[in-house]
């Protein structure tokens, strides 16, 4: 994959968004907690081999710059007038600003909106957290395709989740925030929870950082037989167990860097399976929960879900 | 309140469903774990003062005989032909049917439809879980009027939960199971789980007959200062808060014989904003809380419900 200055790098130069767009062509932007992809598309197909536009999350300023920069070109000609948003969160979606209690502390306050249109000019904006855009996107064009209700948890620098019901986010008080459950530890483990908010709670327990300062090493590093595989997807299961009794998905995507590891997935159905103890046999869940928690279809599913938004906008 | 035989009480004779009845009149059953109640109504402001029937929910049988009776004379007039029921589960709700790992043994199998039809001839049906119904007469009419996404708890002989989106009950793979929500427990809690499919979940740690086993006295006992106010507030605070983080509630109503007790309501409120530890401050959650959890409207929340949905099938 070809390095540019400053982090940039082109995920993939298939078909080049610079030659003429066909309207309603619509952007997307993906905002995680370490790098923000960016890309414009006219169609789902012409999306999945556009040229996509990543560059390190660092400053607002200097993030918000490279955005500019990207989309420019489509603004100015008037190409592309709406850009949906998957962005790290806490949110407060309605306000389209990034909470001040998300840890990424230099964005506390971000107003995506305002940010955008000072950079481009007027444009129509949707807005939805990174979890939420996932799962959308995976339902109805992923591996939770056709799920009345479906989860997805993304793990990795921190946890967070989306949850669609009858193909719609769901949005209550706030969004789902499936990283904060709080969950039971083993006995004997007291490592230090990562989240300044809760001692027990997923996020704090098992994020990249957390699994990081466990076994001093990456979640991808860790072997079949190593004790971080046991741990991460008995935390894990726990989670698609609650997760499971509390909304009874469909399926539940588990992606992330975590995820990664190759031996994480499958040992975290059987898992949730021994949870679940049985429970529920009308629907077959113990055999049904081998299919039910699934990789993501999409490599940045937030990125598909936020270009869905923006489409849907047109 | 009169008894009669073979306890059967008339919970309210303020209004007698015995005089001609006004058209769309419906039937509603609720059928808890240890009574059934039948009502007849024409509106929500005649259910409100109707006649009810309990009974004890003993054999299918015995009870279901009791329910016949209670509706022949509407249904042999024509008066009624449309009959909702809250049922205890779990239900296969797509085939009317209570499954078969139902702690109530001798209902396992059980289908409603049949049994009602074999009774009383042709008849809509409309079923629902007894807390799925229970959140849609809070959510519309109750408690939790207006809430986007509500939740619904009982803490009774069993502990179960329904979820409204949108004014509508949540339904996944099957219907939301929140009483097998997975607690981790506090140090030193070493009493056997009540649930014989899980160690650790809520039903099995501090439902009525777990907490009996646990104090020696039903919940409606215990002082304000008993360590088992403090322990099962804590527990239905995990509950509360992983609810919170996961679907976001505008509201969740408790209810169930458990909640009876004068202090767990508050206790729990408080706890709940101690776990959530003022995350979410856009919502004001730690303030929010000790309005969004609450007691339920209605005495009998399932029976309205189930009164709803045989309307809506008018």
Known sequence: MPKRPNGQRLLSSACSPLSEPTPPTVGAIEAGGTSLRCVVASSLEELSGATVLEVPTTTPEETLDFVARFFRPFTQQGAVNTIGIASFGPLDRANFTISETTPKVLWRGVNWHHELHARLGNLSVALETDTNAAVLAEVHHGSAKGARVAAYLTIGTGIGGGIAVEGAPLRGLGHPEIGH???????????????????????????????????????????????????????LAVACANVTTMIGPECIVLGGGVMENPHLLQRTREKTAELLGGYLPQHQLRDASLDTIV???????????AWLLAAALQ
């Open 181 to 235: 459950l709080l969950i039971g530890r083993v006995p004997g483990d007291t490592q230090p929870s990562l989240c300044p908010f809760h001692h027990d709670c997923l996020e704090g327990l098992i994020s990249g950082p957390a699994i990081v300062e466990r076994f001093g090493a990456t979640a991808s590093k860790l072997e079949a037989n190593h004790e971080g595989v046991e741990l991460i997807s008995h935390y």
């Open 295 to 305: 990789a993501p279809h999409f490599p940045h599913s937030g990125l598909v879900g």
